[in-house]
Nanobody, 124 residues
Framework: QLQLVESGGGLVQAGGSLRLSCTAS????????MGWFRQAPGKEREFIAA????????DYADSVRGRFTISRDNAKNMVYLQMNSLKPEDTAVYYC?????????????????WGQGTQVTVSS
């Protein structure tokens, strides 16, 4: 399993933007399909976005489609989640996730490694 580390969370006003980042502490994420999930208080963890290891395919939850963008820079060993037009209901702990296998083109991605999460709070 990868040791994933998220960063970039914080407090923002409704309508604002944040960019979350994810990297692996000991290995590269460039060979893995990656994703973002979130969990709000009292709710189950939900899928937000996914991207193949090549970056050639992405998918989003309907709740964030058109507002959030997942991307990756394999040369920098980074995966990003750009979040625009944030709403109070986007408040949650956001988790980065990596696929269980390397170089996989399987879709949807099966995730097997998770980060510790980063808090995003959107005030109204």
């Amino acid at each position: 399993q990868l040791q994933l580390v998220e960063s970039g969370g914080g407090l923002v006003q409704a309508g604002g933007s944040l960019r979350l980042s994810c990297t692996a502490s000991e290995r590269t994420v460039s060979r893995y399909g990656m994703g973002w999930f979130r969990q709000a208080p009292g709710k189950e963890r939900e899928f937000i976005a996914a991207i193949t290891w090549t970056g050639g395919r992405t998918d989003y939850a309907d709740s964030v489609r058109g507002r959030f963008t997942i991307s990756r820079d394999n040369a920098k060993n980074m995966v990003y989640l750009q979040m625009n037009s944030l709403k109070p209901e986007d408040t949650a702990v956001y988790y980065c996730a990596a696929s269980t296998t390397l170089y996989s083109y399987n879709w949807p991605i099966k995730f097997g490694s998770w980060g510790q999460g980063t808090q995003v709070t959107v005030s109204s």
